[in-house]
Nanobody
Framework: QVQLVESGGGLVQAGDSLRLSCVAS????????MGWFRQAPGKEREFVAT????????YYAGFMKGRLTISRDDVKNAVYLRIDTLKPEDTAVYYC?????????????????WGQGTQVTVSS
């Protein structure tokens, strides 16, 4: 049974930084590209960042570029997302996801497994 468990969300102030974590189990982690998405109330889930199965390539959403760093630790079966200079519009539930058949997937349907999400709330 595949499980992705996110952590690290919370209430922060505008301008702060945050590092989200996602630990995977029940899959061969090194065979999967990993990604982060977010979903704000009343909006569709949107792509944030992805990292190739071997960690050699990353890709970020343009609207957040420059404020994101995605990384992975294949020993811990974990993927991380650091967000700098947080803004109130970054408030959302952030989801971790795993994709086996794509190099740098950016679409929801490309991901096979999803976590439950972690809430990030940014106050102004």
């Amino acid at each position: 049974q595949v499980q992705l468990v996110e952590s690290g969300g919370g209430l922060v102030q505008a301008g702060d930084s945050l590092r989200l974590s996602c630990v995977a189990s029940g899959l061969t982690f090194t065979r999967y590209a990993m990604g982060w998405f977010r979903q704000a109330p009343g909006k569709e889930r949107e792509f944030v960042a992805t990292i190739k199965w071997n960690g050699e390539s990353v890709y970020y959403a343009g609207f957040m570029k420059g404020r994101l760093t995605i990384s992975r630790d294949d020993v811990k079966n974990a993927v991380y997302l650091r967000i700098d200079t947080l803004k109130p519009e970054d408030t959302a539930v952030y989801y971790c996801a795993a994709a086996r058949d794509y190099t740098l997937p950016t679409r929801v349907y490309e991901y096979e497994h999803w976590g439950q999400g972690t809430q990030v709330t940014v106050s102004s």
